[in-house]
């Protein structure tokens, strides 16, 4: 893998993303930041938010790290692409039956929010008995 397209650090070097540095991508605009994503995040930007996104991303500028701490944005916006601005911020995603808190860390940069709240569960069924099929309708119930 070349350099170019690094993304992370070890455990003594800066965070980059495809040699940027988050300071810098921060200060970036966002088509400037778009040309470095993936070609579908990058599509969906080019193509430009919607109102919710942006109103999402509104909020996220104003909010400081301590504020989000503790009063996380509550969003159900899984669709957003994780941006610069998102950094050290959390949220709490919507998964369908509850919001879910989502710490944003620099290398979650360029994945969709929905992408770290998983929407199913596993499934644990419980013994045959009364009302089930005819094939289970002999099982002992003892």
């Known amino acids: 893998m070349s350099t170019d397209y690094q993304i992370g650090r070890d455990s003594d070097e800066e965070f980059t993303y495809r040699g940027h ?6 200060e970036m605009e966002l088509a400037e ?13 080019k193509r430009g938010l919607t109102n919710e996104q942006q109103k999402l991303l509104e909020k996220a500028n104003g909010r400081g790290e301590e504020e989000s701490a503790n009063d ?10 994780i941006l610069p601005q998102f950094v050290e911020k959390t949220f709490a995603v919507y998964d369908g039956q509850e919001f879910e808190r989502v710490y944003v860390e620099p290398e979650m940069l360029g994945h969709y929010l929905g992408e770290f709240v998983l929407t199913r569960t ?19 119930l003892k």
């Open 33 to 45: 930041f778009a040309e470095l994503l993936p070609a579908r995040k990058r599509r969906s930007i």
């Open 21 to 26: 540095t988050l300071e810098e991508l921060r």
């Open 122 to 140: 596993s499934v644990e069924h419980g013994q045959a008995g009364i009302g089930a099929t005819r094939s289970s309708k002999f099982v002992p």
């Open 72 to 81: 996380p944005l509550r969003t159900h916006l899984r669709d957003m692409p």
